[in-house]
């Protein structure tokens, strides 16, 4: 965390962070817990701000039905989908669940 609110190499990206007022987050099923909730601290760090990100407003979209998140033993994640986190549940409290399918229209695919 340091290096990140310190370190000169980290610069532009303290400055995309302090800069953003939204923040889109795209395919967020790959996301796992323990990096949702890094990222989550991250911006509240950089950006001095003790609301959830920092203050910035947050849109995931994915489909938990596709690709999941992978482990990395490494850093302690074990690879559980970012639902899973406090966090998530505390600052994402608007969840819209899309049911109709229309990509595909073959039963075999849409099963």
Same mark, same amino acid.
């Given at each position: @965390? !340091?290096?990140?609110? *310190?370190?000169?190499? /980290?610069?532009?990206?303290? &400055?995309? =962070?302090?800069? %953003? ?5 795209? !395919?967020?099923? @790959?996301? *796992?817990? &323990? @990096?949702?909730?890094? =990222? ?9 701000? !003790?609301? /959830? ?5 947050? =849109? ?19 690879? *559980?989908?970012? =639902?899973? *986190? %406090?966090?998530? &549940? &505390? ?7 899309? !049911? /109709? ?11």
């Amino acid at each position: @965390m !340091e290096k990140i609110c *310190s370190n000169e190499e /980290y610069a532009y990206a303290r &400055k995309n =962070i302090t800069n %953003t007022d939204v923040l889109i987050v795209d !395919e967020c099923s @790959m996301i *796992s817990a &323990k @990096m949702f909730d890094t =990222i989550e601290l991250i911006c509240r760090k950089v950006r001095n701000c !003790e609301f /959830y990100f920092g203050g910035l407003q947050i =849109i995931f979209a994915g489909d938990f039905y596709q690709l999941p998140p992978v482990a990395n033993e490494l850093i302690g994640d074990d690879g *559980s989908f970012c =639902i899973c *986190s %406090t966090i998530f &549940k &505390k600052c994402l409290k608007h969840h819209i669940k899309l !049911e /109709y399918i229309f990509r595909q229209n073959e039963n075999e695919l849409v099963n």
